[in-house]
């Protein structure tokens, strides 16, 4: 059984994530927000490991050329 | 945006992020200046969701990452960029173009399918490329793909095209 949460919106924003998504109601409109708000999360969680990783460039022909 | 994306950006849909410009931005700080030029750069593109990427980009940071830990988490978090749509045909392209280049420049170093491939994939989406590697910047210049690169040693960008 799938888990649901039900969230009270105001009207007016409801209106707004319509227009802004251009989605067919205000339930896709929400679902379309919620879906970019966690690809931006996952955008700045790639931006916080800015030079804290150990990574290898590995594409071969470029070996002592670059 | 600074006026340096600005006056390349101009007319793209968005940008290429080049593995070389990952691994240069995610790599140990240990041995680099504190402000890397290509930092602020890729934020600014992140934050105006202006980047894009490829399945292959991603299998390169894969392959280059330390632990199958870390390789997990670069792939989740992948998933928040733009990707281009691909197929392995497309192949097919960077090794006509592979070829192209190796009868014009009959002397000079060939690049490689990955940068080949990669360059087709820009000019078909319409996207500008950002990279720090030589042989991809000779295959944009050749197929007239704009662009930014990073110089690695000279710590410089430039424009591409």
Known sequence: MGKFTTVKILKGEAEEAVSLTRAGNKTEAFRLLLDEKRRLEKRRRVLAKAGRMEIEYVRPQDRGRR | ?161
């Not at chain 2, 793209?12 to 240069?24: N, P, Q, R």
């Not at chain 2, 292959?56 to 632990?67: Q, S, T």
């Not at chain 2, 950002?130 to 110089?151: N, Q």
């Open chain 2, 1 to 161: 945006m600074n006026t340096f994306d600005l006056k390349i950006a101009a007319g793209a849909k968005g940008c290429l992020v080049d593995t070389s410009i990952w691994v240069e931005v995610l790599r140990s700080s240990r041995h680099r200046l504190p402000e890397h030029p290509i930092i602020p750069i890729v934020r600014e593109l992140t934050e105006a969701n202006l980047i894009y990427t490829s399945r292959l980009i991603i299998a390169e940071l894969i392959a280059g990452a330390k632990n199958r830990r870390d390789a997990q988490g670069l792939e989740q978090d992948f998933e928040g960029y733009r990707f281009c749509s691909e197929d392995i045909g497309q192949f097919r392209d960077a090794g006509y173009t592979r070829q192209s280049y190796m009868r014009t420049f009959r002397r000079a170093p060939v690049p490689g399918l990955i940068d080949c491939y990669l360059v087709n994939l820009a000019k078909r989406e319409n996207l500008i490329v950002f990279t720090a590697d030589k042989p991809l910047r000779s295959t944009a210049e050749f197929l007239g793909v704009k662009g930014i690169f990073f110089s690695i040693p000279s710590r410089e960008l430039s424009h591409i095209g």
